[in-house]
């Protein structure tokens, strides 16, 4: 099969590799579509991301989708055909944190396109069966792959609580920021405020789900009063985290999701006096099921996101593209 790897720092060769074959527990999956990411961007263009360095060559891409053509010996024969989206995950089945049901958090995670785990900029990836999510015919190979980051939302949705009635500020209006103000939308919210810096950006939050948008350059995020019950930080600007945090109502919950500084000075005695609320999320967990159902039943909107595509040729340009302000998601189609 072909595949496109990441030899070093900014090189990208696309290789003559074996079709991997399935373990007991596995499918293989012939690849349709991989949603570019911000983590393929920095992986490519900086060679790391915190302590995951990139120290041998890798195959990039995480948000994939395909059809099965092939099973392990202890996966039924029927499901070769199906096409799915694939969760891109391998944790251990014994670790505490998995027995506890937050699998995203076992130290013994193995994921797609993080050093050393090739990832799916490839014709071929295998996966274990039960992360190989069945999709319904009405749902596109574009729109199953992006599943993924769908489901970064849809954690982010959970952990902030958003239900019917909620108000809700995003800060950054990018694939996540838009895919966050939707899974916002579908969990109920009837306030949604984006924030960004771009005015095409904000102009796009509108489409998908925000009532309104503000410019931190001209706006006072934090003296506004917005008293909102949700902040969703998808911007990683230090700037951003404090004014968002300042714009909570009492027991507000800030859910910290874009990837910025190591550290932040955080205002304490806000955050005591009015029992405010700090997380984050990590990936995500348990969250493909509704994923799918909101798609399918057209509460969110994947297919118009897509702004372009390009073959196994043409990474390198995929990921230069997906980095342009008027990018929302690029894809990645092995058989192009």
């Not at 990441?6 to 090189?11: A, E, N, P, W, Y």
């Amino acid at each position: 099969m072909r595949a496109s790897v990441l030899i070093k720092q900014g090189s990208l060769v696309v290789e003559e590799r074996p079709v991997p074959r399935p373990a007991a527990d596995e499918v293989l999956v012939k690849v349709a579509s991989v949603g570019v990411c911000g983590s393929d961007v920095h992986y490519f263009k900086e060679g790391r991301i915190g302590d995951f360095v990139v120290d041998r060559p890798l195959v990039l891409g995480h948000e994939a989708a395909g059809t099965i053509v092939a099973v392990g010996a202890g996966v039924p024969a029927d499901r070769i055909g199906r096409r799915v989206s694939i969760e891109p995950q391998h944790p251990s089945s014994t670790s505490p944190q998995t027995l506890s049901g937050r699998y995203n958090l076992c130290p013994h995670m193995r994921f797609y396109a993080t050093p050393p785990v090739d990832g799916a900029f490839a014709e071929y990836v295998t996966i274990q069966s039960h992360f190989a999510f069945d999709v319904p015919d009405s749902v596109t190979d574009d729109a199953a792959a992006l599943m993924e980051p769908l489901s970064v939302g849809i954690a982010a949705a959970r952990k902030a609580e958003i239900t019917a009635g909620s108000r809700v500020l995003i800060a950054g209006a990018g694939p996540i920021g838009i895919l966050a103000a939707q899974a916002a939308r579908a969990f109920g919210a009837t306030e949604i405020i984006v924030s960004d810096l771009d005015d095409r950006r904000r102009e796009q939050a509108l489409k998908y789900g925000a009532t309104s948008t503000l410019n931190p350059r001209t706006d006072d995020v934090a003296g506004l009063g917005l008293e909102v019950d949700a902040f969703l930080e998808c911007s990683g600007a230090t700037p951003a985290v404090l004014s968002g945090l300042a714009a909570l109502a009492p027991a507000g919950r800030m859910v910290l999701i874009g990837m910025g500084a190591d550290a932040v000075s955080l205002p304490i005695p806000a955050i005591q006096n009015r029992e405010l609320v700090v997380t984050g999320v990590f990936r995500y967990a348990n969250t493909w099921p509704t994923a799918i159902d909101l798609v399918r039943t057209g509460r969110v909107d994947l297919d118009s996101m897509v702004t372009g595509r390009h073959g196994l040729d043409e990474v390198a340009d995929a990921l230069i593209e997906s980095t342009q302000p008027t990018s929302l998601k690029t894809i990645v189609s092995p058989g192009l």
